[in-house]
């Protein structure tokens, strides 16, 4: 029975407490479906939006932290890390080049004109104003076009990145390089106002050659500071920092000027300049330095680079180097190699390079090539090439100290030195002639025999004793400039002659000093003093020929009127390399001309395009350095008297075997002749050794043939290979 309270229902049982156990309610109240109400949509959304973002937050907390674990610090942001530079002065001060890292004072963007910084706005980052650091637009912009392209054409960085890149980071392009310079860049733009990042790209930007900031770049392009710059410069700077390389005004300046065009239009379209400003800058010509656009004289810098870190080891602050160039001479020297470049390429003439010494050694003058941006290697110091009859000199000096005179009687004839035959330029041989004569007429028989006759290793040692540094070889040709060597060895060689005969060593430093004028080097004045080389009577025989050569000879168009010039010309075979060395009293000019690949040019000899460059030169350089004449050197022997004039009959004689005439073509160049008498030796020194015993001084590797009498021998049958030919 139950018990009060207990409510029966059909086929169930007692429900407690007298309630009733209903069915669910199918208006939706009551049972079941009377608990949790459904969420709207709107809400769900929210709440996935929530959930999606905290876990957005927590993968970028954790993605920048891994980025920031090595973020480079900010404190070297005012810190400036960059290789010493080296500035490049000429003897009088000018300056040469400068070498390293150039940095000056910064600008004060409040000093510059308004177009200035507004320039560098315009084509680098036209919503600087207006993003905080990173510009999405800028960035989208650059992915579609990247994305099109199949390679990255466009940059989405803003100057903001641009100046976190260059004060942070390293220039490698990956992600991670990419986001820590966007996590600085915003540090950036939260720190510094707009005017002050811009302030410190402009002054921390490399614009190339070498220069930092806008200021540092003013005045290496233009010679003038920042506060100057027209429009048309500012334009050119701005266009710079694309790729300072390839948009150079010095060795790109079409590219340049047509980047600086765009720099200007990018102007114009954000409000900057008017059409009218436009237009005049692109009328006004941008001049680059004169001294940055002097791309010459940067073999002289390179020649000296070298030698800098074994002066003073490798440079640990900023360098002012006091040379011995003087620009004004450099100029004209390029002046007169770009002349006869031009007029000669279709010779074949590709290639040319120039030395002048003073009579101290000390360089005025140095040109390595035909451009120094299209080839850096020094032709003047580093190329060996065959000097030809520019060699010549050294086997005549060592014949006059072994006694010959100019006076004395030699024989132009077919001869024969072991197994090889030289020949001359023109195929003929003359006879009986004087030392003097076959001096200015290069003949190469008389050369090759009196080498055979005094010792060709007599002869290197004479070569050595005047400044011939390059390996010399003993074989016969030697005698006719078979020998490699560079312009500076013979310009060095040469200045014997000019200075009164003293050995001189050539150089280009003078001194070495810090920019707050702490020397560090300077040139030991008795250290690198000339030492004695030639006596007389030598001396003054060997400039009477040389002078000959001049007046009368091979090198007749290197003469200038009213000047006391000697020197000699020099050809190889088959005109791969022509020579004119040349000098005055106390200055002395070494040419060479030919082609990198060592193949012919078109019949130039000594005495066309190499005396040119030369005369060239020295008609631009004589009136400045007011040169005296070719000075007589030490005191003479007691007792020594004069030669007769030989002056007169020199310039009567013509020059039909010299370098100057065409060549002939598919000469006869061996024929048979008759045995020739031995030629009389004859001396105006009556202390000279008897005419008929010529002075032999055989060693190795000279030709075992007997030499007690210079006999003429059969010259080599006509099927014999052809020796080289050096005029």
Same mark, same amino acid.
């Given at each position: 029975?139950?018990?009060?309270?207990?409510?029966?229902?059909?086929?169930?049982?007692?429900?407690?407490?007298?309630?009733?156990?209903?069915?669910?309610?199918?208006?939706?109240?009551?049972?079941?479906?009377?608990?949790?109400?459904?969420?709207?949509?709107?809400?769900?959304? %929210?709440?996935?939006?929530?959930?999606?973002?905290?876990?957005?937050? &927590? %993968?970028?907390?954790?993605?920048?932290?891994?980025?920031?674990?090595?973020?480079?610090?900010?404190?070297?942001?005012?810190?400036?890390?960059?290789?010493?530079?080296? *500035?490049?002065?000429?003897?009088?001060? =000018?300056?040469?080049?400068?070498?390293?890292?150039?940095?000056?004072?910064? =600008?004060?963007?409040?000093?510059?004109?308004?177009?200035?910084?507004?320039?560098?706005?315009?084509?680098?980052?036209?919503?600087?104003?207006?993003?905080?650091?990173?510009?999405?637009?800028?960035?989208?912009?650059?992915?579609?076009?990247?994305?099109?392209?199949?390679?990255?054409?466009?940059?989405?960085?803003?100057?903001?990145?641009?100046?976190?890149?260059?004060?942070?980071?390293?220039?490698?392009?990956?992600?991670?390089?990419?986001?820590?310079?966007?996590?600085?860049?915003?540090?950036?733009?939260?720190?510094?106002?707009?005017?002050? &990042?811009?302030?410190?790209?402009?002054?921390?930007?490399?614009?190339?050659?070498?220069?930092?900031? +806008?200021?540092?770049?003013?005045?290496?392009?233009? /010679?003038?500071?920042?506060?100057?710059?027209?429009?048309?410069?500012?334009?050119?700077?701005?266009?710079?920092?694309?790729?300072?390389?390839?948009?150079?005004?010095?060795?790109?300046?079409?590219?340049?000027?047509?980047?600086?065009?765009?720099?200007?239009?990018?102007?114009?379209?954000?409000?900057? &300049?008017?059409?009218?400003?436009?237009?005049?800058?692109?009328?006004?010509?941008?001049?680059?330095?004169?001294?940055?656009?002097?791309?010459?004289?940067?073999?002289?810098?390179?020649?000296?680079?070298?030698? !800098?870190?074994?002066?003073?080891?490798?440079?640990?602050?900023?360098?002012?180097?006091?040379?011995?160039?003087?620009?004004?001479?450099? *100029?004209?020297?390029?002046?007169?190699?770009?002349? !006869?470049?031009?007029?000669?390429?279709?010779?074949?003439?590709?290639?040319?390079?120039?030395?002048?010494?003073?009579?101290?050694?000390?360089?005025?003058?140095? +040109?390595?090539?035909?451009?120094?941006?299209?080839?850096?290697?020094?032709?003047?110091?580093?190329?060996?090439?065959?000097?030809?009859?520019? #060699?010549?000199?050294?086997?005549?000096?060592?014949?006059?100290?072994?006694?010959?005179?100019?006076?004395?009687?030699?024989?132009?004839?077919?001869?024969?030195?072991?197994? #090889?035959?030289?020949?001359?330029?023109?195929?003929?041989?003359?006879?009986?002639?004087?030392?003097?004569?076959?001096?200015?007429?290069?003949?190469?028989?008389?050369?090759?025999?009196?080498?055979?006759?005094?010792?060709?290793?007599?002869?290197?040692?004479?070569?050595?004793?005047?400044? !011939?540094?390059?390996?010399?070889?003993?074989?016969?040709?030697?005698?006719?400039?078979?020998?490699?060597?560079?312009?500076?060895?013979?310009?060095?060689?040469?200045?014997?002659?000019?200075?009164?005969?003293?050995?001189?060593?050539?150089?280009?430093?003078?001194?070495?000093?810090?920019?707050?004028?702490?020397? !560090?080097?300077?040139? /030991?004045?008795?250290?690198?003093?000339?030492?004695?080389?030639?006596?007389?009577?030598?001396?003054?025989?060997?400039?009477?020929?040389?002078?000959?050569?001049?007046?009368?000879?091979?090198?007749?168009? $290197?003469? &200038?009127?009213?000047?006391?010039?000697?020197?000699?010309?020099?050809?190889?075979?088959?005109?791969?390399?022509?020579?004119?060395?040349?000098?005055?009293?106390?200055?002395? *000019?070494?040419? #060479?001309?030919?082609?990198?690949?060592?193949?012919?040019?078109?019949?130039?000899?000594?005495?066309?395009?190499?005396? $040119? +460059?030369?005369?060239? %030169?020295?008609?631009?350089?004589?009136?400045?350095?007011? $040169?005296?004449? +070719?000075?007589?050197?030490?005191?003479?022997?007691?007792? #020594?008297?004069?030669?007769?004039?030989?002056?007169?009959?020199?310039?009567?004689?013509?020059?039909?075997?010299?370098?100057?005439?065409?060549?002939? $073509?598919?000469?006869?160049?061996?024929?048979?002749?008759?045995? *020739?008498?031995?030629?009389?030796?004859?001396?105006?020194?009556?202390?000279?050794?008897?005419?008929?015993?010529?002075?032999?001084?055989?060693?190795?590797?000279?030709?075992? =043939?007997?030499?007690?009498?210079?006999?003429?021998?059969?010259?080599?049958?006509?099927?014999?290979?052809?020796?080289?030919?050096? %005029?």
């Amino acid at each position: 029975m139950a018990g009060p309270g207990t409510t029966y229902e059909q086929g169930s049982g007692p429900v407690p407490g007298g309630r009733r156990n209903t069915p669910p309610s199918s208006n939706g109240k009551g049972g079941p479906g009377n608990g949790k109400p459904r969420r709207s949509g709107w809400r769900r959304l %929210f709440y996935w939006c929530a959930v999606l973002a905290v876990w957005l937050l &927590i %993968f970028m907390v954790v993605f920048f932290a891994v980025f920031a674990r090595d973020l480079p610090s900010t404190d070297s942001l005012y810190n400036v890390d960059r290789q010493p530079s080296i *500035t490049y002065l000429d003897r009088n001060g =000018a300056l040469i080049a400068v070498r390293g890292t150039q940095m000056a004072p910064p =600008a004060d963007l409040d000093s510059l004109p308004d177009y200035v910084p507004a320039a560098f706005v315009a084509i680098e980052d036209r919503r600087f104003y207006n993003h905080p650091g990173f510009d999405p637009i800028g960035m989208s912009r650059a992915m579609v076009a990247n994305m099109r392209a199949g390679r990255v054409v466009q940059g989405g960085s803003t100057l903001t990145q641009q100046l976190a890149k260059n004060l942070f980071l390293s220039p490698d392009q990956n992600m991670k390089r990419k986001v820590q310079e966007l996590m600085l860049a915003v540090w950036l733009e939260m720190k510094f106002s707009k005017k002050e &990042i811009l302030a410190l790209y402009l002054n921390r930007v490399y614009f190339g050659a070498g220069a930092y900031g +806008i200021e540092a770049a003013s005045q290496r392009y233009f /010679d003038k500071s920042a506060k100057d710059l027209t429009v048309g410069e500012a334009a050119l700077l701005a266009g710079l920092l694309k790729a300072p390389s390839r948009y150079s005004p010095v060795s790109e300046s079409e590219r340049a000027g047509a980047r600086a065009t765009v720099v200007l239009n990018e102007m114009v379209e954000a409000g900057v &300049i008017t059409d009218a400003q436009r237009a005049q800058a692109a009328a006004t010509p941008v001049r680059v330095s004169r001294t940055l656009a002097t791309q010459h004289a940067q073999y002289f810098v390179d020649w000296l680079d070298k030698q !800098i870190r074994g002066l003073v080891g490798e440079p640990t602050e900023d360098l002012v180097v006091e040379t011995t160039l003087d620009l004004t001479l450099q *100029t004209s020297a390029e002046r007169a190699v770009r002349r !006869i470049l031009d007029r000669d390429a279709s010779r074949g003439v590709e290639q040319a390079a120039l030395v002048a010494l003073d009579g101290d050694g000390r360089v005025r003058a140095m +040109i390595g090539g035909a451009s120094y941006a299209d080839s850096q290697f020094n032709r003047a110091t580093d190329a060996r090439r065959q000097a030809g009859s520019a #060699w010549k000199p050294f086997v005549y000096l060592t014949a006059l100290e072994a006694g010959y005179t100019p006076e004395t009687r030699v024989v132009d004839q077919p001869i024969q030195i072991g197994n #090889w035959s030289p020949r001359n330029y023109s195929g003929n041989f003359i006879g009986e002639t004087t030392l003097a004569n076959a001096v200015a007429q290069s003949t190469n028989t008389v050369a090759a025999s009196i080498a055979d006759r005094v010792g060709r290793d007599n002869v290197s040692r004479t070569a050595r004793r005047l400044g !011939i540094t390059s390996r010399i070889g003993l074989e016969p040709a030697m005698a006719l400039g078979a020998v490699e060597v560079s312009p500076v060895e013979m310009a060095q060689a040469y200045d014997a002659f000019a200075n009164g005969g003293r050995r001189v060593n050539a150089y280009g430093i003078s001194r070495i000093r810090t920019p707050q004028g702490r020397v !560090i080097y300077q040139r /030991d004045a008795r250290a690198g003093a000339p030492v004695q080389a030639i006596s007389n009577p030598f001396l003054y025989y060997q400039n009477q020929m040389l002078r000959g050569v001049v007046t009368s000879g091979s090198g007749r168009s $290197a003469a &200038i009127a009213g000047r006391d010039i000697a020197g000699k010309t020099g050809t190889t075979s088959d005109y791969k390399d022509a020579w004119f060395v040349g000098y005055t009293g106390g200055f002395v *000019t070494a040419v #060479w001309v030919g082609k990198d690949d060592n193949t012919a040019m078109r019949g130039v000899t000594g005495g066309s395009a190499p005396a $040119a +460059i030369w005369r060239g %030169f020295m008609e631009a350089a004589l009136p400045r350095l007011n $040169a005296p004449a +070719i000075p007589s050197g030490p005191a003479m022997p007691e007792g #020594w008297q004069p030669p007769s004039p030989i002056g007169n009959m020199l310039g009567q004689i013509g020059d039909p075997y010299g370098d100057n005439p065409p060549a002939q $073509a598919d000469a006869d160049l061996y024929g048979e002749p008759e045995p *020739t008498p031995a030629p009389r030796v004859m001396s105006s020194d009556p202390n000279a050794r008897r005419p008929d015993t010529p002075v032999v001084r055989p060693t190795a590797p000279q030709p075992s =043939a007997p030499r007690d009498t210079p006999q003429a021998r059969p010259a080599p049958a006509p099927d014999r290979k052809t020796e080289p030919l050096f %005029f």
